[in-house]
């Protein structure tokens, strides 16, 4: 758990314990919110400013757990490796599975346990790369927490976000949660080789993506069959 969380439970088990309403409770909650928000934001845009003067891409890619978004990363890894000079933060509750999938395609990999946190922050990306030499780095992918809703409250300072979904989530997904489309720059629909056998509405998908951001730009992949891979790191300007 962050700094920032701990503080506020501990501060909402004064509240309790002083006998404030639900109600006061609810409100303190919700301002707490808005300034770790705001606290985020803030050390968000920092670390943008230092990676761009730098000369560093930065990528963030959300998703929810099984769209895609490792073996992707893998794909993109395998053809980018030789070009840039890759750092992959892996972010998951435990274990460093998907940060060893990754490193297998020569590029460095770091993994960021959160525990019980289901997204990361721009606190968990400073703590990393502040021990880190980014002279040694050209291109920088964060792979977030396996989750659709959290991610949407955390910048993580980078310069584009990635959203990956799948036709296996059903072609609902994406009009459930339209907050992550509005924040993201390029949508992608995952796993279309299972198109023919699962019949999934996939223009619903892309045209529901494309009415919460007018400006998303959608790309439709298959990680094992590689269908799209190169779009896809094209449209990254890669």
Known sequence: MSDNNKREVNRIKELESINLSREEIRDFVIETKK???????????????????????????????????TALLEKIAERLSKKYRIL??????????????????????????????????????????KNQDLDNYDLIFIENVGNLICPSDFKLGTDMRMTVVSITEGEWVVEKHPMLFKMSDVAVINKIDLLERLGTNIDKMENDAKNFNPHIKVIKTSAKTNENVDLLIKTLEL
């Open 35 to 69: 300034e770790v928000e705001k606290d985020n934001d803030l050390l968000a845009k920092q670390l943008n400013d230092e990676l761009k003067k730098r000369g560093i891409r930065s990528i963030d890619i959300v998703g929810a757990i099984g769209a895609g978004k």
């Open 88 to 129: 992959v933060i892996c972010g998951d509750i435990t274990t460093r599975v998907d940060a060893d999938r990754i490193e297998k395609h020569d590029v460095k990999t770091i993994q960021i346990n959160t525990g019980r946190e289901c997204a990361l922050n721009a606190y968990h990306i400073y703590q990393v790369l």
